[in-house]
């Protein structure tokens, strides 16, 4: 791997930078791959992908490194939302968090720049079940990814929307946390994506300096006072990362927040941020900095304009073979059946009214002539009614279904019933006389006919 001369000139005098080193971790050609682990779900240790020596990541409670990068595609604890693959320096967000703000609290948290979903599942399980989170992307193909994302790690008290950064100015004081995964000049990845080498270059960075001011300036007047500002890249580059950090502080009013840090680590402290080197960490380039905004005010009083449409006491009746009530209060759009967790239903009812919302607590499925067609988000939640019947597969079986093949379990058990491997839910299937109708989604389906 070449990497330009303009680049290494460009960042040549940044804190922690050792050309030799630099240059040398890169010609190697060395992938590291990581996963960070779902505590929501259950299963033996033994199941996942091989770790790797050093096995846990420092910063990250639930995250490892793997020996080797297996076939995730092949592997049912995958689909079946078990753990997530996540590159292992943007794991320190997890401290970013733990070290600035009380966690048992309830929180509103927004992850601005959300896709594909690494942080927002991240953020997800380590704030409290009573905490609420808005994930956002800006690009709808991308918001659809990060959709299936947040579904597949069985959240509930997560809101997905597909707005512009400064359609949360409206939002005026309304989060406790917002994290700014920022879009950059990716150098930081140069290693995982070598392509994106070439289409780096000084004028992309000071472009993409500027759409970060900006991203930054549109998103601050929605958190409170006292709120906590995480802001993150991916690149090695001063004008993306130390520049933006003196921008908030000198433009913005923004007091830097500094982190405590093992000696271990090898993070490199730099302009009131932390630098990842791929030559002193585990892990790629990255960037992160954390703030507390000085002024503004208290989390405004919400207030929705309409209330939403409640499933009538017949239809809530219709629901208890499929799921648990509690504190839930079931929402209908057309036939849609949406449960939102009862503490946070005027929040999504206002939020529904300002934002694009794209998903919304979990999606029970649709009502259709007296009865319910289940939807894959139940099955993948929590709120799953677990006395339903359930087939569990071998792990052929288990991919033959993700493939959307025909499979004839050997089980009496009729009607719908969940698929599962090793205790984990996949998705739903109606057994008939015969025969299975698969309602694993085709847009989720595996592929290929079996690795590479």
């Given at each position: ?393 071998s792990k052929q079986e288990a991919i033959m279904y993700l493939q959307r093949k025909d499979l004839y379990p050997q089980t009496d058990k009729k009607g719908w019933c969940l698929a599962s491997f090793e205790g984990n839910n996949l998705g739903w299937m109606n057994i008939l006389q015969g025969r299975m109708n698969n309602y694993y989604p085709k847009s989720l389906r595996i592929l290929k006919e079996?690795?590479?």
């Amino acid at each position: 791997m070449t990497l330009p001369r303009s680049f290494i000139h460009s960042i040549q005098n940044t804190r922690g930078f050792n050309q030799e080193a630099f240059e040398e971790i890169h010609s190697l050609g060395k992938q590291i791959t990581s996963i960070r682990i779902n505590p929501s779900k259950s299963f033996e240790s033994s199941l996942i992908p091989p770790l790797g020596s050093g096995g846990g990541i420092a910063w990250s409670e639930q995250g490892y490194y793997l020996a080797t990068r297996p076939s995730f595609t092949f592997d049912p604890l995958f689909h079946a939302g078990c753990y997530y693959v996540q590159e292992a320096s943007s794991m320190f967000l997890e401290q970013a968090l733990k070290q600035t703000v009380d966690l048992s609290k309830p929180l509103k948290v927004l992850d601005l720049c959300a896709a594909p979903g690494g942080k927002s599942t991240h953020i997800q399980s380590i704030i409290s079940e009573d905490s609420l989170l808005v994930s956002n992307e800006v690009i709808r193909s991308r918001a659809k990814i990060l959709k299936d994302n947040i579904i597949k790690w069985g959240c509930e008290n997560v809101v997905v929307t597909n707005n512009d950064p400064k359609d949360f100015a409206k939002l005026e004081n309304y989060f406790d946390v917002i994290v700014v995964d920022a879009p950059c000049s990716g150098s930081g990845l140069f290693r995982r994506e070598p392509e994106s080498i070439k289409e780096w270059s000084e004028n992309n960075v000071q472009l993409c300096s500027q759409r970060q001011q900006r991203i930054l300036a549109d998103v601050l007047p929605a958190l409170k006072e006292g709120g906590l500002l995480v802001y993150s890249t991916c690149s090695y580059s001063k004008e993306e990362d130390e520049d933006i950090v003196d921008w908030l502080v000198n433009e913005c009013s923004m007091l830097k927040t500094q982190l405590s840090l093992s000696n271990v680590w090898g993070i490199i402290e730099s302009g009131g941020g932390y630098r990842f080197w791929p030559d002193k960490v585990r892990g790629e380039g990255f960037f992160l900095a954390c703030f507390q905004k000085k002024n503004g005010g208290d989390s405004r009083t919400i207030k929705a304009k309409k209330k939403p449409i409640l499933l009538t006491k017949i239809e809530i009746a219709m629901l208890m073979k499929w799921v648990e009530l509690d504190d839930k209060v079931f929402i209908k759009h057309e036939n849609t059946v949406y449960a939102w967790p009862a503490k946070w239903v005027d929040e999504f009812s206002f939020l529904l009214e300002h934002l694009r919302l794209v998903y919304s607590g979990v999606l029970v499925g649709e009502l259709m002539r007296d009865k319910l067609i289940p939807d894959h988000a139940l099955a993948m939640s929590k709120i799953y009614n677990h006395s339903l019947p359930n087939v569990s597969f071998s792990k052929q079986e288990a991919i033959m279904y993700l493939q959307r093949k025909d499979l004839y379990p050997q089980t009496d058990k009729k009607g719908w019933c969940l698929a599962s491997f090793e205790g984990n839910n996949l998705g739903w299937m109606n057994i008939l006389q015969g025969r299975m109708n698969n309602y694993y989604p085709k847009s989720l389906r595996i592929l290929k006919e079996s690795p590479e």
